[in-house]
């Protein structure tokens, strides 16, 4: 008999002998506990489901759930709802959805399973193959998308939680490759959202926590969940919270506990030790900090996709500050404008979609022994600052009275150069003491005119910038000038004044996480469901590996999967 | 054993978090951090964050700070009002209840946490 069986529930004696033994860091996990201590231990309240997460996850887990009658709580740590969810333009993509199939657009499922596929997997696809190269768990998972995030925002549409109108004229990310059989279509945005379909996560938030209440869902803020207590069977019985104020919070969960407490974009540790590279963080709410990582943890989960996260390149300032209106540079705006590298080189094509040309951030030379770049400077001339200023998606161009504290100035380019020098010096302990390279301005000087070059002809021989559909998507406002070919570049004046701002790699959210089945059910290590857990959205892992399929690949996906959580959880075969 | 560390680490954590309960600025500090950081900066001359910097927020007519663009909600519910403790209860208590369809999507049912998070805004000047 061990030592634990001898325990009972906390009782005043163990917490005064206990007091002062351990650190906050170490107060994650699971409890298992003995049928005595189970049966002693007193919860705070019962529901049939309890969420963990109010966010993009778990407002539709929650919703689902109590739609199929079930007592439902929401335990949210942030003090509002909302999570990341409520600071994105909640596109959401949704294949072969309502809409499409109204207005007869095709969207097969197998092709769609080829684009996915190749995307996801681009080192093991194979379309000769019944799986096309997938794992039998990817394939799965990429299945479950396809069948049930249609009946899941049509369900969400229908009930008065998430009205949707269809964007009908927004491509896939990447809408030229042949396996993209549907290459428009696929998205959705709340109904009531700006034409700029910008604010389609504020929107979407207070429509369905507005439904959540009506509901009758009990939300409670500024609940941290901490630990999952886990009977001796090994089925979950529901988690403890730690409050705003400090005070314990125990709920006992009848059918199951669904984790949606987002990825840990926010905590450095395990940023540096999962993801590939430097990334400074990112646009997901600030408390994202991989709680479900370390809590399940405990529990001999399989970790999976820890490597891959939904990449954006932020504003190496605003991360620095911990922003936490942090957004990514969704659009990065501007025709006379270009990106380059600490020796002034140009680097990568500037309106590739963000995940995408975040890839560049973390090169690596091998001989020089550095990242050469780990950050990139945008630049840009008057003309970008006066016709392609905008507030929207992390725009690092901004109108007058906008939030700048990002951008740098000069008359010159030397000028321009001292100012970046002066940046990079303050940020001297976050970029490794980087610096630009002596002959910066003398190599941003060809740059200029190479790149000026290109944009006359229209033609970017190096980088093939505004070449594809999606880079036209993201290219924001521009002043269509009589001699423009290309509407993403515009030679950059020979006249100053100039503006720069530093950018670096970060995240969305990250994607990895304990790995589940296409029902939600977290698996331990011999592959089993543990009983009553359940996870949904960037806690948990993604089986889309590197992919950013299109717009709204994040929060499609986790509409589907909180729909199928919610109907195992109440008791449906999976 | 493990297990008996995961429960001793647990009550360990409430006996400092008990400590740092009883200074009531530093909770109505923290509370509002929570609750608002996402969205909103404090000190004196901090940018916009989604929603507007929140230094002298008390006494100020409602949606009144020249470089933030209020929502259409926000702005058709202003007319004559002024940010004191009355209307920032009922702000906090439902945002979309006082300004129906505003950007800010916000409740909070209990008074104690509202007053807590009112009397931390009030020390913003």
Redesign the interface.
Known sequence: M???NK?PA?SRR??IK???????A??F????LTARAASDIKFDAEYDVVVCGGGGGGLPCALFSRWLGNRVVILEK?????GTA??AAFWYWVPNNEPMRRAGIADPKPDYMRYVARLSRPEQYDPSLPKLGLSDWEYEMCEAIYDSASPAAELLASKGALPYRHEAAVPDYWAELPEDKAPRGRVLFPK?GLPSMS?GG?VA??TM??AA?RDGID?R??YRV??VLVDESGAVMGV?S?T?????FRVRAKKAVIFATGGFTHDPELRKNFLHGAVYGGCA??TNEGDFVRISS?LDVQLRNMNYSWMAPISLDKAVAK???LSGIFTPTGDSMLYVNKYGKRVVNEKLAYNEVCATFSEWDGAKGEYPNLTLVSIWDQQAQDHCAS?DYGSLIVPK?S?D?HVLRGNTLTELAAAIRERMAKHKSALGSADLSDDFVRNLEATIKRFNGFAKTGVDQDFHRGERIVEKLFNGPVSKKADQKNETMYPLSAKGPYYAALIVAGNLDTKGGPKTNSHGKVLDTRGEPIKGLYGVGNCVASASARAYWAGGGTLGPIIAFAYRAAQSANGAQS | MIRIAYLLTMLALVSTTVRAQQDPVAVGKKLTTNNCAVCHTFGKGEPNGQGPNLFGIAGKPMASDPSFKYSAGMKAAAAGKVWDEQLLDAWLTDTQSVAPGNAMTYFEGDEARRQKIIAYLRTLH
Do not use: C, H, M, W
Request: no cysteine; net charge negative; glycine share 16%.
């Open positions: 061990s030592e634990t325990l906390a163990n917490f206990a007091a002062g033994a351990g650190t906050a170490a107060a996990g699971a409890v298992s942030a003090g509002s709802v909302g409520a600071k009531d604010d504020r938030i207070r926590s507005a209440r939300i803020t500024g901490q630990k403890e730690l705003e104020e400090g005070t314990l709410a600030p405990a922003d936490g209106s507030d009275g939030n504290r």
